[in-house]
């Protein structure tokens, strides 16, 4: 299901991760260098490539594996979150939530990735980094998302699919 006229099909994979008692989301910087989404904070993923990937649960795999080395026998997918559109890079992203039974060593594929982020559920989830702003943007009066880290800012459609789990999380009977 497409969510843009015209858009491709990408998938990303949302890993979650116990470290020292704590649950831990796993996010990427992307390079500068990038055709799209430049020096963005995003999850592991990208388009669908219908020769190597069965389907987008694979794709969300195979991108993790080759961005942060991640591999795939050691993730439990537990869900797949709703979809959401990318007006300027055309993509319609379908998400993963993962569970990653061991920590790894995440190894940063140098050309698609500039730094490895383990951002703990808990932070997420403050008020005090957290504010939405209402935009005019390929839909009227668009809510837009933003996660103030320490030292990055999560925006966009990667804070529309952590808005998402964080809210099924807090509210799950939705």
């Known amino acids: 299901m497409s969510l843009v006229d015209g858009s491709v099909s990408a998938a990303v994979l949302v890993p979650l991760v116990e470290i020292e ?23 592991p993923g990208g388009k669908l490539d219908p020769g190597l990937d069965s389907d987008l649960r694979a794709a969300a795999l195979r991108e ?3 961005e942060i080395g991640l591999d795939p026998a050691g993730v439990d997918i537990v869900a797949r979150l709703t ?10 992203i379908t998400p993963f939530v993962g569970f990653v039974r061991r920590k790894p060593e995440f190894v940063a594929h140098p050309a698609e990735v500039v730094r ?3 951002v703990p559920l808990s932070e997420l989830l403050d008020p ?8 005019d943007g390929f839909q009227r009066d668009m809510s837009v998302f933003f996660y103030e880290l320490a030292d990055e ?7 529309r699919i952590l808005t998402d789990l964080l809210t099924r999380l807090v509210s799950p009977e939705r």
């Open 153 to 159: 800012t999560l925006w966009g459609a990667t804070a």
């Open 64 to 66: 993790a594996q080759e």
């Open 116 to 118: 490895v982020l383990e």
């Open 21 to 43: 008692g704590e649950t831990h989301v796993v996010l990427i910087k992307r390079p500068e260098t990038m055709s799209t989404h430049k020096g963005e904070i995003a999850f």
């Open 128 to 135: 005090g980094i957290y504010r939405e702003e209402r935009w």
């Open 83 to 92: 979809g959401v559109a990318t007006a300027a890079s055309r993509f319609t």
